[in-house]
């Protein structure tokens, strides 16, 4: 039961440490989970939900692009996808414990993702129709 508690107050801490990272559905879902095992689909699922809204907000915005615009809006996306396949990996290796893979891998992931969604929200609001 200890490395439970452990784990959850590590959540806890790292939900904190991120304010507005963690969203309701990932809160619950922890809340009613005990094991690694449901943690890691708890954290699947949040880095799911990112992704969609990353994804819906990369096709608005690059809707609204055009010529050179486009092209290095597309080469920075690229560039940005390779850096998050690599951001937070340090967390999955093993070396922090099931607790780094399961808990802080995908806050970890969740947080680089949402902030290129902000990211492209901004550039959205400046290419985009005024």
Do not use: H
Request: hydrophobic residues 40%; contains cysteine; glycine residues 10%.
């Amino acid at each position: 039961m200890r490395p439970m508690i452990l784990a959850a107050g590590a959540a806890l801490s790292w939900a904190m440490a991120a304010p507005g990272l963690a969203d309701p559905a990932y809160d619950a879902c922890i809340g009613a989970s005990n094991d690694n095992a449901s943690w890691s689909r708890c954290g699947a699922d949040l880095i799911k939900r990112e992704d969609d809204r990353l994804n819906a907000t990369w096709k608005k915005v690059y809707g609204l692009t055009s010529g050179r615009t486009r092209t290095d809006l597309l080469a920075e996306q690229r560039a940005w996808i390779s850096f998050k396949d690599k951001a937070c990996r340090f967390y999955a290796n093993g070396d922090q414990g099931r607790e780094g893979q399961v808990l802080s891998y995908p806050m970890c992931q969740a947080q680089v993702i949402g902030d290129r969604t902000r990211q492209l929200e901004a550039i959205g609001s400046q290419i985009g129709p005024r």
